[in-house]
Antibody, heavy 121, light 110 residues
Framework: QLQLQESGPGLVKPSETLSLTCTVS??????????WGWIRQPPGKGLEWIGE???????YYNPSLKSRVTISADTSKNQFSLRLSSVTAADTATYSC?????????????WGQGTLVTVSS | QSALTQPASVSGSPGQSITISCTGT?????????VSWFQQHPGKVPKLTIF???KRPSGVSDRFSGSKSGNTASLTISGLQAEDEADYYC??????????FGTGTKVTVL
């Protein structure tokens, strides 16, 4: 059964870099036909797509975050990571990783449980 | 890329049908037949409920159906049940902008 699990600091200071890792079990991030990505949800607010990658292919980012975001993969650990630089309080959110089937649009499934990251000094 | 527009709330009595709209633009909903809908109960992870406008993942009740006309997609829940009370989000592919979610709709079962 495919499972995704986010990990990383729950508290980040303003202007610093947020770093999270998604550990995948039950499938390989090198599998063809799937994208792996990140989505966030500020407390009490809606969902926002952050970005995704296709192993051996391209990486795509939300244009509003593109200048601050990097998504990378570590195939030896079957993990992928999110880095968001120069964070502010507006970046406080639950960050979730998810898999998406290629060619079917936003079929984000499954999702990780999500991890709350608070930006505060 | 602006969020897709959904009504903030929709309510209905048990057994009734409700419809949630999701309005985008010709750059997203209007151009691609790949709109998804997600159901999110409080404190829970979003669940894929509809994909490619009107397809249901395995295990999703056939009381959920989707459609699209022009720049607006819709989710209909028939035979409303107490367990359907949740937040619902649409999401569309948006070309070079990637994917864009809707503003979210809170469904209340009266």
């Amino acid at each position: 059964q495919l499972q995704l699990q986010e990990s990383g600091p729950g508290l980040v200071k303003p202007s610093e870099t947020l770093s999270l890792t998604c550990t995948v079990s039950g499938d390989s991030i090198t599998s063809s036909g799937y994208y792996w990505g990140w989505i966030r949800q500020p407390p009490g607010k809606g969902l926002e797509w952050i970005g995704e990658f296709y192993y051996g292919g391209s990486t795509y980012y939300n244009p509003s975050l593109k200048s601050r975001v990097t998504i990378s993969a570590d195939t030896s650990k079957n993990q992928f990571s999110l880095r968001l630089s120069s964070v502010t309080a507006a970046d406080t959110a639950t960050y979730s990783c998810a898999r998406r089937r290629s060619g079917s649009g936003p079929t984000f499934d499954p999702w990780g449980q999500g991890t709350l990251v608070t930006v505060s000094s | 890329q602006s969020a897709l527009t959904q009504p903030a709330s929709v309510s209905g009595s048990p057994g009734q049908s409700i419809t949630i709209s999701c309005t985008g633009t010709s750059s997203d909903v209007g151009s691609y037949n790949v709109v998804s809908w997600f159901q999110q109960h409080p404190g829970k992870v979003p669940k894929l409920t509809i994909f490619e406008v009107n397809k249901r993942p395995s295990g999703v009740s056939d009381r959920f159906s989707g459609s699209k006309s022009g720049n607006t997609a819709s989710l209909t829940i028939s035979g409303l049940q107490a367990e359907d009370e949740a937040d619902y989000y649409c999401c569309s592919y948006a070309g070079i902008s990637g994917h864009v979610f809707g503003t979210g709709t809170k469904v209340t079962v009266l």
